[in-house]
Nanobody
Framework: QVQLVESGGGLVQPGGSLTLSCAAFGFDFTRAYMSWYRQPPGRERELVAAITMGGGTTNYAKSVKGRFTISRDNTKKIMQLQMEDLKPEDTAVYYC????????WGQGTQVTVSS
């Protein structure tokens, strides 16, 4: 059974940092194109960052480039999103996404940036 489990969300002050993790179960992680999406309150889900199967290529939304870093460990079957210099507009539910023919989603983790 395919399962993606996010963790690491929480409340952080502007300028702070958080690292999100996504643990993958039930599929060949090395063959999955992995991404982080987020859904801010009252808005549609949007792509934040993506990483290729081997981790050699990454892509970022313009709004997070230079502040967020996506990475993956194929041995541990984990993807992470290191977020720095967080802003109130980064407040959202963050979702892990896996694509390998079919598309799979995690349940999401809340990130709130507020003073």
């Amino acid at each position: 059974q395919v399962q993606l489990v996010e963790s690491g969300g929480g409340l952080v002050q502007p300028g702070g940092s958080l690292t999100l993790s996504c643990a993958a179960f039930g599929f060949d992680f090395t063959r999955a194109y992995m991404s982080w999406y987020r859904q801010p309150p009252g808005r549609e889900r949007e792509l934040v960052a993506a990483i290729t199967m081997g981790g050699g290529t990454t892509n970022y939304a313009k709004s997070v480039k230079g502040r967020f870093t996506i990475s993956r460990d194929n041995t541990k079957k984990i993807m992470q999103l290191q977020m720095e210099d967080l802003k109130p507009e980064d407040t959202a539910v963050y979702y892990c996404n896996a694509q390998l023919g079919r598309e799979f989603w995690g349940q999401g983790t809340q990130v709130t940036v507020s003073s």
